[in-house]
């Protein structure tokens, strides 16, 4: 159980363009979403709290209109990269929540040329 | 507020031998405590977690870290290493009224044959 999926692993697209990121809990529902952020060799950075049907709360220094998260559903949280630059690229990781334990996707790998 | 310290980023141990990965929190209430595995390119996978039952918990794939309020540590060790457990190793914390997870820095095990 508590199997959380991402869609896609890897997305590599042009500076400029949206991306978006899907996070589903697979076998159980979260009110609760995280998206964090990943650099090489480094820990997770949380970016936000994906919270069901109310706007997310992000960390401070990320921008909301730059990273918009959407949490439409129990089982669905997205996040989309707006307009993306180079610096963007990065290695994106959703967690949902169950029982005050978090359990993560399998990541995102996006590449802004 | 909460915090965690993973000491030595890099850990090499050879097939077979003991594996202890050290971890010392900081938390003015009661600690949830956790540790995570992430294999390259991959999210992360819980390995075990302390939510104020058992001091001892044993975890997946032999893995178990022991709760000690007087030093504020949550170590985690394996009797003997195998090739496969070669990864990177997170220990988090949160608090009972937030889900939010604090990570450390992360301890890069490597097993040597």
């Known amino acids: 159980g508590a199997v959380v999926s991402q869609h896609p692993s890897r997305v590599i697209c042009k500076s400029g363009t949206s991306v978006k990121i899907e996070c589903r809990s697979l076998?159980?529902?979260?009110?609760?979403m995280f998206w964090y952020r990943q650099f090489p060799k480094k820990s997770l950075m949380l970016m936000a709290t994906s919270n069901e049907g109310s706007k997310a709360t992000y960390e401070q220094g990320v921008e909301k209109d730059k990273f918009l998260i959407n949490h439409a559903s129990l089982t669905l949280s997205t996040l989309t990269v707006t307009s993306a630059h180079p610096e963007d690229s990065s290695f994106y990781i959703c967690?949902?929540?169950?029982?005050?334990?978090?359990?993560f996707g399998p990541g995102t790998r996006l590449t802004v040329l | 507020a909460q915090s965690v310290t993973q000491l030595g980023s890099h850990v090499s141990v050879s097939e077979g031998a003991l594996v202890l990965l050290r971890c010392n929190y900081s938390s003015s209430v009661p600690p949830y405590l956790f540790w995570y595995v992430q294999y390259p390119n991959q999210g992360l996978q819980l390995l075990l977690k302390y939510t104020s039952a058992a001091t001892l918990v044993k975890g997946i794939n032999g893995f178990e870290a022991e709760f000690k309020k007087s030093e504020t540590s949550f170590h985690l060790t394996k009797p003997s290493a195998h090739m496969s457990d070669a990864a990177e190793y997170f220990c988090a914390v949160s608090s009972p009224n937030t889900d939010k997870l604090i990570f450390g820095t992360g301890t890069r095990l490597q097993v040597f044959p």
């Open positions: 967690s949902a929540t169950e029982l005050d334990t978090q359990y």
């Open positions: 076998d159980f529902q979260a009110t609760t």
